[in-house]
């Protein structure tokens, strides 16, 4: 068995049921998203649109794409119809492109928001306030053709074990508030992702139930 499908079987012997797994297979060949597929996985994870869509072009159509890197506003209507979940729609301006470029296409696009409570300010996503502003706005009731499905965060990059899980933890809150004020209105918000190769355990013991592994499966990238 290859070291891939190894990892994958591992990954899906340590993580529980209730748990998605996503196999982020940014800047690996499609050889090796086939290993795998192979193994059984079908939830992969892309970040730049240009290798997203030349892979979901080529790749088999069960593979249910998610897609996870900064999506900026004039790339939307390459991903439209093609993912399964875009995870990081960061701002309210990319929330309503989606929406609008879906009702277009005639296609419902499921989406998390991504929240910002790492320290680094190079990441993307919307603060706290940010967040719970949006939803007091009530202006999501307006979405047409867009699901929001949950929210997916990042902890800080840092090796502070207590730092990273009081970062997830932020999250889940937020997460929590949300649903239990807007359940009626967003049924299927109910996706928490958090977790990636370094942090999913921490993740997991926070209330993740989506973690995005890349280099734990298919080992470093080459950038
Ligand atoms: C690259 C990436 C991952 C996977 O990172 P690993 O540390 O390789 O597991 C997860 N989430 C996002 C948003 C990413 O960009």
């Known amino acids: 068995m290859s070291a ?13 049921p209730g748990v998605e797994i996503v196999a ?18 079908r939830n992969f994870g892309e970040s730049r649109v240009q290798e997203f869509v030349e892979k979901e ?10 897609f996870i890197g900064h999506l900026q506003t004039n790339k939307v209507k390459a991903v439209i119809g093609k993912t ?5 729609v960061d701002s309210e301006r990319l929330l309503e492109l989606i929406d609008r470029e879906s009702e277009k296409a005639g296609v ?7 929240v910002h409570v790492a320290a680094e300010e190079a990441k993307f996503g919307f603060f706290p306030e940010e967040l719970k502003a949006y939803f007091e706005s009530g202006k999501f009731v307006g979405l047409k053709a867009t699901k ?21 933890s932020r999250i889940h809150t937020l997460f929590e508030e949300v649903r239990s004020l ?24 926070e209330g993740s139930n989506i973690v995005r592994i890349g280099s734990a ?7």
Not at 108 to 114: D, E, G, H, S
Not at 217 to 223: K, T
């Open 4 to 16: 891939i499908a190894q990892n994958i079987r591992k990954f899906r012997q340590i993580v529980p």
């Open 182 to 205: 807007y359940s009626e209105q967003l049924p299927e918000f109910t996706k928490l992702s958090m977790g990636m190769s370094g942090d999913w355990e921490i993740a997991m013991e």
């Open 217 to 223: 499966i298919f080992g470093e990238r080459n950038y």
């Open 108 to 114: 419902i696009t499921n989406v998390l928001l991504q």
């Open 148 to 168: 929001i499905c949950g929210l997916m965060g990042m902890a800080t990059n840092t090796d502070d074990v207590e730092r990273i899980r009081n970062d997830f």
């Open 57 to 66: 072009r080529e790749l088999p159509k069960d593979i249910r794409w998610h």
């Open 84 to 88: 399964s979940l875009i995870e990081s």
């Open 24 to 41: 982020v297979s940014k800047f690996h060949p499609a050889s090796m998203i086939m290993e795998a597929y192979e193994a059984g996985q």
